[in-house]
Each structure stands twice: as structure tokens, then as C-alpha cells.
């Protein structure tokens, strides 16, 4: 069983930064892939980041390529996400979740733990 917190979020202009964290407890930190994906209002829950265990290999979604950087640090169990140059369709509730799979998934089906999220709200 893995737990994950995700922190960081909150309200920011367009063009402004935020990182969001996301602190593991429980099993081996390393041992799982992490991803981000994110919900807006009315829509479904979309991939936006992943990284593997060994923080070796990144996967982005096209819309936040060159903006967002994923990034890990397994002595201290956690997952970020930067995230620069906003815009207001980045605003949406942001988890993370944790995979077994040795290959960045895209897929939440691919997820077996989540966090409950953490708002990130771009005004414009």
C-alpha cells in the first residue's frame, strides 16, 4: 500500500509558476513510477506527466511540453511538478499516482494508487 499527498497548488496568474509535491509513505518509493494527471471541471481525468522509478525517462502530454518538468527524489519519497508559464486551461485538480509498471504509463488504468489531489487555479 502506497500513500500519496499531493501539496502546492493554488492560485496564480497566467504566465506565473507553481510546484506541486507529492509525498509517498508506505512501500518503497522507489519501486514505483510516478505520474501526474489532472481533472477540469466537467472533464475527464487527463495524463499530464510521468517519470520512472529511477527518474531516468519523462513522458509529457503535448500541451505542457517545454513548460511542465517532472522530477523525483527518492531519499525524501516524493514526486514534483513544475510548472511554468500558465494558462488558465491548466486550471483543474492536479494527482499524482503511483504505478508498478516499469514504463511511463499515460493510461490511469495503468495507476494503482492516487492522492486526492490538489487544486491549480490560472486566472487570466
Known amino acids: 500500500q502506497v500513500q500519496l499527498v499531493e501539496s502546492g497548488g493554488g492560485l496564480v496568474q497566467a504566465g506565473g509558476s507553481l510546484r506541486l509535491s507529492c509525498a509517498a509513505s508506505?512501500?518503497?518509493?522507489?519501486?514505483?513510477?510516478m505520474g501526474w494527471f489532472r481533472q477540469a471541471p466537467g472533464k475527464d481525468r487527463k495524463f499530464v506527466a510521468g517519470?520512472?522509478?529511477?527518474?531516468?525517462?519523462?513522458l509529457y502530454t503535448d500541451t505542457v511540453k517545454g513548460r511542465f518538468t517532472v522530477s523525483r527524489d527518492n531519499a525524501k519519497n516524493t514526486v514534483f511538478l513544475q510548472m511554468n508559464s500558465l494558462k488558465p486551461e491548466d486550471t483543474a485538480v492536479y494527482y499524482c499516482?503511483?504505478?508498478?509498471?516499469?514504463?511511463?504509463?499515460?493510461?490511469?488504468?495503468?495507476?494503482?494508487?492516487w492522492g486526492q489531489g490538489t487544486q491549480v487555479t490560472v486566472s487570466s
Open positions: 517519470i520512472t522509478w529511477s527518474g531516468g525517462s519523462t
Open positions: 499516482a503511483a504505478s508498478q509498471s516499469s514504463d511511463v504509463s499515460s493510461l490511469s488504468a495503468g495507476y494503482g494508487y
Open positions: 508506505g512501500r518503497t518509493f522507489s519501486n514505483y513510477g
